[in-house]
């Protein structure tokens, strides 16, 4: 499937803009916080989210055929970890009132009253994706979190020992970051004879 790379998921839904309703709903879009104050950021399997406004199409040229839209669309984009469904009813738990301020401008949307209602409209508008490619395929959210707060702890570390001796450096390496404890091997059972089997 089109839409998966490795474990992760890209979504994309685009649903026409009732008429009258496209300043308000862009307005509403840039009000939204950024970063870690963002609605999205409720989200933890998240790895790129957006919304959008599509007022027309880009018409590039004489050896084009002009088309416009008879509508314009709002276009959600987002590629997470796992499923679709259950990112859709995270995105309807954690972000309900969001959605319905977001959606609600929309055409046929059907509200978050009802989750099965709310995940089949997402679902009904979804375009499928041609080309996904992720660049870590099978690292979760936590994966790139957990990664990213190693490169810092060695980023600061290499800084505070600079000019250390070979031997000081080692102490320091070991102390920051000592081995994880190792399992121990499994024993190997004895071979049976006839007479003790």
């Not at 009258?20 to 989210?49: C, K, N, V």
């Not at 810092?152 to 000081?168: C, K, N």
Request: hydrophobic content about 40%; some cysteine.
């Amino acid at each position: 499937m089109t839409n998966t790379s490795g474990q992760a998921y890209a979504f994309m839904a685009t649903t026409p803009i009732l008429p009258g309703r496209r300043a308000a709903l862009q307005d509403y879009l840039d009000g939204l916080p950024r970063g870690e104050d963002s609605p999205l950021a409720r989200m933890r399997t998240i790895h790129f989210a957006r919304w959008l406004v599509l007022r027309d199409l880009v018409h590039q040229g004489p050896s084009q055929r002009r088309d416009t839209l008879q509508s314009s669309y709002l276009v959600f984009v987002s590629n997470f970890d796992g499923p679709l469904d259950r990112f859709l009813a995270d995105l309807l738990a954690r972000m309900g009132p969001e959605a319905d301020a977001i959606w609600r401008n929309c055409v046929g949307y059907p509200g978050t009253e009802h989750a099965d209602a709310f995940i089949a409209y997402l679902k009904h508008n979804q375009i499928e994706t041609t080309a996904f490619l992720s660049a870590y395929p099978q690292a979760t959210v936590a994966d790139v979190r957990e990664a990213l707060d190693l490169r810092r702890q060695v980023t600061d570390f290499a800084i505070s020992v600079q000019g250390a001796d070979p031997a000081a450096l080692r102490r320091a390496f070991l102390e920051r970051f000592p081995a994880p404890p190792r399992s121990p091997a499994p024993s190997t059972p004895s071979p049976t004879t006839p007479e003790s089997a």
